[in-house]
Nanobody
Framework: QVQLVESGGGLVQAGGSLRLSCAAS????????MGWFRQGPGKEREFVVG????????YVSDSVKGRFTISRDNAKNTVYLQMNSLKPEDTAIYYC???????????????????WGQGTQVTVSS
């Protein structure tokens, strides 16, 4: 079992920044890949960014490329999502998820992820 707890969400003005954290417990953190997904109002949940178990490879979706960065600290069992230049369309509930694979690539399909956090709300005002 893996437990994931997100934090760091909130209200920010357009152009601002936020850093989300996702603390993991349970299985050895360095044994699985991590991803961030989001679900905006009236939208389906979508992949945002992901990172392999080692941190050696990341994948960033086109919608946030150049603005969002994912990183992980395996010593702290935590993955981070740094969000810069936020836009109103980034408003969503952000979820972190664990993918119990040790492949050298990031998977982007929700069904590939085994554990999910409860989500944290990010609201970007114009």
């Amino acid at each position: 079992q893996v437990q994931l707890v997100e934090s760091g969400g909130g209200l920010v003005q357009a152009g601002g920044s936020l850093r989300l954290s996702c603390a993991a417990s349970g299985r050895t953190f360095s044994n699985y890949a991590m991803g961030w997904f989001r679900q905006g109002p009236g939208k389906e949940r979508e992949f945002v960014v992901g990172i392999t178990w080692s941190g050696g490879y990341t994948y960033v979706s086109d919608s946030v490329k150049g603005r969002f960065t994912i990183s992980r600290d395996n010593a702290k069992n935590t993955v981070y999502l740094q969000m810069n230049s936020l836009k109103p369309e980034d408003t969503a509930i952000y979820y972190c998820a664990a993918d119990l694979n040790r492949d050298s690539y990031v998977r982007r399909v929700q069904d590939d992820y085994d554990y999910w956090g409860q989500g944290t709300q990010v609201t970007v005002s114009s």
